[in-house]
C-alpha cells in the first residue's frame, strides 16, 4: 500500500546536524490515513523506534534524541523528515522510515530502504 524511500544520509562530526527526508507513495488510501516513524539499527542489534508522527502532526520521540531530532510531515507532499542535531557517535545507524496506519500501532509493514547515517570525528 505504501513505497517509502529515505534519502539524506551522510558521515558526519559530532556536534554536526543532519537532514532526512523519506518520500512516500500511497497507492489508494491518502498519506493522511498513515503514521510515520523513523526507526535506527545499529548492525547487530534491534531496530529501535526514534520518533513518530502522527497523521495530524503529534509527535513522539526516544528519550535518546529528545530534544536533539525533529521529526516533521508534508501532507502535500506526502513525505516525513527527521532533523537531527548535535550528533553523538551513538546516533550512528541505518536510518528507517516506516508506515502505519493511523489506526495500528508502530512498527507498519512498510518500510524503506534505509539510509546509513555516520557520525564520527
Known amino acids: 500500500q505504501v513505497q517509502l524511500e529515505e534519502s539524506g544520509g551522510d558521515l558526519v562530526q559530532p556536534g554536526g546536524s543532519l537532514r532526512l527526508s523519506c518520500a512516500a507513495s500511497?497507492?489508494?488510501?491518502?498519506?493522511?490515513?498513515?503514521?510515520m516513524a523513523w526507526y535506527r539499527q545499529v548492525a547487530g542489534k534491534e531496530r529501535d523506534l526514534v520518533a513518530t508522527?502522527?497523521?495530524?502532526?503529534?509527535?513522539t520521540y526516544a528519550d535518546s534524541v529528545k530534544g536533539r531530532f525533529t521529526i516533521s510531515r508534508d501532507n502535500a507532499r506526502k513525505a516525513v523528515s527527521l532533523q537531527m542535531n548535535t550528533l553523538r557517535p551513538d546516533d550512528t545507524a541505518v536510518y528507517y522510515c516506516?508506515?502505519?496506519?493511523?489506526?495500528?500501532?508502530?512498527?507498519?509493514?512498510?518500510w524503506g530502504q534505509g539510509t546509513q547515517v555516520t557520525v564520527s570525528s
Open positions: 500511497t497507492r489508494t488510501k491518502p498519506f493522511t490515513d498513515y503514521n
Open positions: 516506516n508506515a502505519y496506519y493511523f489506526t495500528l500501532r508502530p512498527p507498519g509493514p512498510y
Open positions: 508522527i502522527r497523521y495530524d502532526g503529534l509527535t
